[in-house]
Nanobody, 126 residues
Framework: QVQLVESGGGVVQAGGSLRLSCAAS????????MGWFRQAPGKGREFVGA????????GYADSVKGRFTISRDNAKNTVSLQMNSLNPEDTAVYYC???????????????????WGKGTQVTVSS
C-alpha cells in the first residue's frame, strides 16, 4: 500500500507563497494519480488540485486556479503544491492523496482517493 507524508506547512502572510511536498513510500508511484485537498475548521474536505500518473494532466479548483501549481517527480516519489498569492481563505489543513490508476483524467472528489496523508497545517495571516 501507499503511505503519504506531507511537509512544508506553516504560517505565511497574505500575498506570500508556500510550497508543500508529499513523499510517497510505494514502489510503483507512477501508477497513481495524486491530489491535494484541504479542510478548514468546521468545513468539509475540498478539492484543491490533482495530477495524473505521468503528470500530463492536471486540474484545479476554481478558487486556486492561476495561483497554485501541482507537480510531481516520479523518480523521487514526490508530489508538490506551489501556492502563490495566498489569502486568509486558503487557511486549512492540506492533505496529500493518491488514487491507483494510469488514467488521463484526474479525481476531484475525496471519495475517489484511495490513500491519504495525515495533513499539514497552512495558516495565512492578514
Amino acid at each position: 500500500q501507499v503511505q503519504l507524508v506531507e511537509s512544508g506547512g506553516g504560517v505565511v502572510q497574505a500575498g506570500g507563497s508556500l510550497r508543500l511536498s508529499c513523499a510517497a513510500s510505494g514502489p510503483i508511484f507512477s501508477s497513481y494519480g495524486m491530489g491535494w485537498f484541504r479542510q478548514a475548521p468546521g468545513k468539509g474536505r475540498e478539492f484543491v488540485g490533482a495530477i495524473n500518473w505521468n503528470g500530463k494532466n492536471t486540474g484545479y479548483a476554481d478558487s486556486v486556479k492561476g495561483r497554485f501549481t501541482i507537480s510531481r517527480d516520479n523518480a523521487k516519489n514526490t508530489v508538490s503544491l506551489q501556492m502563490n498569492s495566498l489569502n486568509p481563505e486558503d487557511t486549512a489543513v492540506y492533505y496529500c492523496a493518491a488514487r491507483f490508476g494510469r488514467t488521463t483524467v484526474v479525481t476531484t472528489t475525496p471519495s475517489g482517493m484511495d490513500y491519504w496523508g495525515k495533513g499539514t497545517q497552512v495558516t495565512v495571516s492578514s
